[in-house]
């Protein structure tokens, strides 16, 4: 029973006044506190009152409404996971988090998901591109399960009741103080506040806090080659940093402030810390056909011997989209009206250049709005991640995106979310049985 009282609280005079609103029970049941009701929140809240049904589970939330990012997630029908099952394989997908992610994978992963959510009644299917959703297309399906799983395991959900500040006494409890002035006590604490920096603020006084920055965004470019192309989709990219290693592929999307995509997501998750560092100014070089220069040379020169009374403008190679083929001419200065048999030697240099070796000043970013996230967060090497628990505090536990973890977009963040929650659900209950 959960129940208000008056108290003093002896390390801290400033809560004299305050009322504590005390989770323990007149019995040994534990109280365990989860602090956010998002993706990390409710599975970690859930497993754990599944696995010990004595326990009291609270879920407390800043908000009105819990799952909020679940709800607009995936454009409104939440890409749950990504059907790739090998745990060696899905880590590849997370430039924070990778080598700490594998052991979680190989206790919760993506199949795992499909088995928790089709046990429950939703039902979940697999697209071409292996991101996963429910079969419903709406995310409030999603939401109705995880809210109804927690209700039948009587977990406790307290909207608008923002934690603005925790510590843990003598005896290990937490307290966690809330912004209109209650307290509550805790046996253990699970944090899965997504990325509030308020939160790591708190924290800050126990781990460390990795800075956070932004990660899959979009590239701001202004350039003639792109101009009146937006909508336009290059299929296979290849996309180089000036002065680093950095190097992703995929389909290319011009927008129509610059370009998107696969490929430039792709590079704005591994590139976050370092775009962030460059304030978002830099050079990229644009590979549009996806092959070697010395490949995309023989194919041109093959061409010209194969098709020499065509126009080059009118027989664009390598599934470049005529309009950016006709663009990529004028810019090399190649005349319209030009023949390929008519192609000198300098002309065909300056093609396979810009074909291969496309550069562009990108002058700041954008957000993607159909899935963006925050790389930083909580260091990672400060957490068991057997058991999601803080190697610095003990009972205090942590899921989702609160830590330094994020991936690239596909469900990936979500898979990252289920499993961290699921470990310190799991953890929390044995640590109470
Ligand atoms: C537009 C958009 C679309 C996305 N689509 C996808 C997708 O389709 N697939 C995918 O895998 N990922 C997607 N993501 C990323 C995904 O939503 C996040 O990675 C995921 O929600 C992280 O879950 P979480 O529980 O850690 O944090 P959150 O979902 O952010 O939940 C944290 C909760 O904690 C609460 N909270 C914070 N501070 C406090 C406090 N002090 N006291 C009490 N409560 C607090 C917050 O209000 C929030 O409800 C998307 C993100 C965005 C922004």
């Not at 365990?32 to 993706?39: M, P, R, S, W």
């Not at 990504?82 to 060696?88: G, L, S, V």
């Not at 942590?398 to 953890?427: C, K, M, P, R, S």
Request: hydrophobic share 40%; with cysteine; net charge neutral.
């Amino acid at each position: 029973m959960i129940f208000l009282y008056h108290s003093l609280f002896s390390n801290e005079l400033k809560l004299l006044k305050a009322y504590y609103i005390c989770a323990m029970n007149e019995g040994s049941q534990p109280t365990v506190c989860v602090i956010g009701g998002g993706a990390a929140g409710f599975f970690g809240a859930i497993t754990c009152a599944e696995y010990i049904r004595d326990a009291q589970v609270i879920i407390l939330e800043q908000t009105q409404t819990v799952l909020n990012k679940v709800k607009i997630s995936g454009g409104g029908r939440c890409n749950v996971t990504h059907a790739c099952f090998e745990p060696k394989e899905l880590v590849q997908f997370y430039p924070r988090g990778q080598k700490e992610l594998l052991g979680p994978f190989f206790k919760f992963q993506p199949k795992d998901i499909f088995d928790w959510f089709e046990y429950r009644g939703v039902e979940l299917k697999t697209e071409k591109d292996n991101r996963v959703f429910p079969v419903s297309n709406q995310s409030s399906t999603i939401i109705d399960c995880l809210v109804e799983s927690a209700k039948a395991n009587n977990v406790k959900i307290w909207n608008q009741t923002k934690i603005t500040d925790l510590f843990q006494d003598k005896n290990n409890k937490w307290h966690l103080r809330t912004g209109n002035g209650h307290n509550i006590i805790a046996d253990a604490v699970l944090v899965a506040t997504g990325s509030s920096p308020y939160i790591w603020e708190v924290l800050g006084k126990f781990h460390e806090i990795v800075e956070p920055v932004p990660s899959l965004f979009t590239f701001n470019i202004q350039h003639v080659i792109l101009s009146d192309l937006q909508g336009i989709t290059i299929p296979h990219v290849e996309i180089n940093i000036d002065g680093h290693k950095l190097q992703t592929e995929g389909p290319l999307l011009i927008t129509h402030w610059g370009l998107s995509g696969p490929a430039i997501l792709k590079m704005s998750a591994w590139g976050a810390r370092l775009f962030h560092a460059m304030d978002y100014r830099f050079s990229i070089h644009v590979n549009w056909t996806g092959l070697k220069t010395n490949e995309v040379e023989r194919i041109l020169m093959k061409q010209k011997i194969d098709q020499p009374k065509k126009q080059i403008v009118n027989s664009p190679l390598f599934d470049i989209p005529s309009r950016l083929w006709k663009n990529l001419l004028n810019y090399t200065k190649i005349d319209t009206s030009t023949l390929w048999s008519q192609l000198d030697d300098y002309q065909l240099q300056r093609l396979k250049m810009i074909l291969t070796r496309c550069t562009f000043k990108v002058n700041g970013k954008s957000t993607f709005k159909d899935e963006f996230v925050t790389a930083g967060g909580v260091v990672l090497e400060e957490v068991d991640f057997r058991t999601m628990e803080s190697k610095k505090m003990k009972n205090l536990y942590f899921a989702g995106e609160v830590l330094d973890i994020d991936a690239l977009t596909g469900g990936f963040n979500f898979q990252a979310a289920w499993t961290t929650g699921y470990l310190a659900g799991i953890a929390i209950a044995n640590r109470f049985e």
